[in-house]
């Protein structure tokens, strides 16, 4: 590469009513993306015109957009979309093929779902002017019938993500272990699992189950790790992608923590991102849990285990389903704005009444033969304390604001033995 690839990389964006663009605060942010030749956001809504048949579960919200979003996201300049995500299904198939439909007819470079698993898992490339750039997009957060189905000589693929599967093993005393098999022995909690498993529907499983969990004897404490059949088919993609490609970035959406603490990582999230690495990867791009996580430099290069959120209107999604509803104990009468009112308490409760939601960071650099030398990361700001109409929406975070959002990700990220360097209202991270 004759010159040096300039990348900037989003978190979650999360994007249901269209954008004002002659709003001066985006402009700000679009001729910042301009100067860069990777411009990467994850896209957390399916796009249809509400034709499309609910699931009757969701991620949390049914997350639909009308198809013009795409319009903004372009207008802001991004060229990299991954689309792997806990709610590429809220709409079913039919949800997730129009929303293939409407990336493939305006031409994106999208990566993470497809028709297929080999669709679904497949690299895509941006051809940028010093260089060209892979893209695979994973999910650890899904339901089960999400997974993309391999194709078959007789029988087509199923439609869905590219998923990552997780073991997560409890580890107890040998006098706990003891009484939960006395438990099993006397009650019906493994009935169902043990007659499945004796009559072959059910492939029997390595460790002790119990009532669907995992236990083991050991020193106590919960450990998780990546499932080896789904790393092993992403690394071939990654094996892929260096071979076709001048850099290779792995798109991870993971809600999955530790513990109750949602601002650090699962087990798993740091064994898989460290196994891309160590496979050909060039970078992980990590989001989901809709907060800043901590940064890792892993052999000279990061991973960002969650850039938060660049868009999130969440609250002004148009339309919900009668199951959003029930949820609130809510009827046909009620509105969208009625079912986020009772969801959030007003705005007193949850994502919406949480300010780290509303807070994040840009992160750009630029990769040289693969190496990066310095990570830049510019703070912005999602507008917490606007009403709801106006909330979700980002700009570049004011001084005060800044300081408080990088010296919270360098504590996040000392934990991983990465300093963020705060100078000027950004921070640096040195490799």
Avoid at 256 to 279: N, T, V
Avoid at 351 to 376: D, M, T
């Amino acid at each position: 590469m004759s010159e040096p690839i300039k990348v900037a990389l989003t978190g979650d964006s999360f994007i249901t009513q269209r954008l004002p663009r002659n709003e001066s605060t985006l402009l700000a942010l679009r001729n910042f993306f301009s100067d860069h030749d990777v411009r990467f956001t994850n896209f957390e809504v399916i796009v249809h015109n509400f034709e499309q048949s609910p699931s009757a579960t969701s991620g949390g919200t049914w997350a639909a957009a009308r198809p013009s979003v795409l319009k903004d996201l372009d207008w802001f300049g991004f060229n990299m979309l991954a689309c792997a995500n806990n709610h590429s299904l809220d709409w079913l198939h039919g949800g997730l093929l129009s929303t293939l439909n409407y990336l493939e007819k305006h031409d994106w470079v999208y990566a993470g779902i497809g028709k297929n698993l080999a669709e679904a898992n497949q690299p895509k490339y941006l051809e940028t002017k010093n260089g060209r750039v892979a893209l695979i997009s994973v999910t650890s957060s899904f339901d089960q019938w999400h997974r993309a189905g391999e194709q078959r000589p007789d029988v087509p693929g199923r439609p869905g993500v590219n998923p990552l599967g997780h073991k997560k093993v409890h580890r107890v005393s040998r006098d706990t272990l003891e009484i939960l098999k006395k438990i099993d022995a006397t009650t019906e909690v493994n009935s169902t699992r043990n007659l499945n498993v004796k009559e072959g529907f059910w492939k029997d499983t390595e460790g002790y189950v119990f009532g669907g969990l995992y236990f083991e004897e050991g020193a106590q404490g919960t450990t998780s790790y990546m499932d080896q059949v789904d790393s092993k088919r992403i690394a071939k993609a990654i094996h892929e992608a260096s071979r076709q490609a001048d850099i290779v970035f792995v798109s991870l959406h993971a809600h999955e923590m530790k513990g109750e603490h949602k601002d650090k990582p699962a087990d798993f999230l740091r064994e898989f991102s460290q196994f891309c690495i160590d496979e050909g990867a060039n970078a992980i791009i990590g989001h989901g849990p809709h907060i800043l996580r901590g940064i890792e430099i892993y052999k000279n290069r990061p991973i960002f285990y969650s850039l938060g959120d660049f868009i999130f209107q969440n609250d002004t999604v148009e339309k919900q389903p009668t199951e959003f509803y029930n949820l609130y104990q809510l009827d046909h009468q009620n509105t969208t704005a009625d079912g986020m009112d009772a969801r959030s308490q007003k705005g007193t409760r949850g994502l919406a009444a949480n300010p780290k939601v509303f807070e994040s960071v840009i992160a750009s650099f630029a990769i040289e033969n693969g190496l990066i030398r310095e990570i830049e990361l510019t703070p912005i700001s999602l507008g917490f304390e606007k009403n709801r109409a106006g909330k979700g929406k980002p700009k570049f975070a004011e001084s005060d604001h800044s300081e408080r959002i990088l010296q919270d990700l360098n504590n996040l990220s000392s934990e991983f033995g990465t300093t963020v360097t705060i100078k000027n209202g950004k921070g640096y991270i040195t490799l």
